[in-house]
């Protein structure tokens, strides 16, 4: 039977009319876990076998700093419940049984496009490597300890802050709540820093500035928007000799900006990634 292997899982199905499950199961056949679990109930239902719709959330992601599940609303889920004799009730989820390859789209595709997503995640677009994810892993338990501990204050809080902080007061209140905001803006603030431009009157950008003003007199400009390993790129097929030593002095200049830690190392091999370009661009035309 072809009819059960035709179905497609997507966030973005076709509308529907009154009659969502007949649309979904004879005409549209694609759907989102709703529209699975809506049908596959009535499917059952309908051959005498009790089913009920359960809607929760699947998955999420494990806080280990102050041990808690973060639950999104992208993570909300629709499944069944099957009544089985002699078992129970019996969870079943029909969007298990479809294959990997008639699943469109992921939750992140679909929805990186509108405005709310990711709307309890501000540091989202910055997270891109371990200590990144670590530092927005550390603002989602501020955040949870803020939740819990002023939005939701009652008694036994209050007993202890007045064990910890003495009798209450607004300047000590004031001075609890600091703290963690002058933590977090530090933290931001030296991102920030590490990632500020170097200064024009280093020694070394300016190494970098006098070389691509001697390539422009020779004739081969670089595009104010493009880095250096896009400028050789960009020249690779018309001065491939350049564009390898102006790859290798990207890779150098990756290190002295980015590193962890440089050393008299990294300037030396910057210094001869500068000489080997001079030397490939000594015998360009103007």
């Not at 199905?13 to 009535?42: K, N, S, Y």
């Not at 806080?63 to 973060?70: A, E, G, M, T, W």
Request: aromatic share 12%; charged share 20%.
């Amino acid at each position: 039977m072809e009819f059960n292997r035709d179905f497609i899982y997507t966030l973005e199905p076709e509308a529907v009319g009154a009659q969502a499950i007949d649309d979904f199961l004879l005409t549209t056949r694609q759907g989102f876990c709703e529209h699975f679990a809506g049908a596959t109930a009535f499917l059952l239902r309908h051959v005498g076998i009790p089913a009920r719709v359960v809607t929760g959330y699947h998955g999420g992601e494990w806080n280990p700093l102050q041990n808690y599940l973060i639950v999104r609303q992208y993570d909300a889920h629709a499944w069944i419940e099957v009544w089985l004799e002699g078992q129970g009730w019996v969870r079943l989820d029909p969007t298990e049984a479809v294959a990997p390859e008639r699943i469109l789209q992921s939750a992140d595709e679909v929805f990186s496009g509108q405005a709310g997503f990711l709307a309890d995640r501000p540091l989202n677009t910055w997270v891109s490597g371990r200590w990144l994810r670590q530092l927005q892993l550390q603002y989602d338990a501020l955040n949870f300890s803020w939740q819990r501990w002023v939005l939701n204050y009652h008694q036994q809080q209050s007993n202890f802050l007045s064990q910890w902080l003495g009798e209450l007061n607004y300047q000590k209140i004031a001075l609890a709540l600091l703290v963690p905001f002058v933590f977090v803006m530090s933290v931001l603030s030296w991102i920030l820093l590490r990632s500020r431009p170097i200064r024009s009157d280093d020694p070394y950008l300016r190494s970098l500035q006098r070389l691509l003003r001697y390539l422009s007199r020779k004739g081969v400009e670089r595009n104010p928007e493009e880095t250096i390993r896009q400028f050789a790129l960009r020249l690779l097929p018309a001065y491939p000799e350049l564009a390898v030593s102006l790859q290798n002095l990207a890779d150098v200049d990756d290190l002295i900006r980015y590193a962890e830690d440089t050393s008299p190392v990294h300037y030396q091999a910057f210094n001869k990634a500068i000489k080997e370009c001079y030397r490939r661009a000594k015998h360009l035309s103007v």
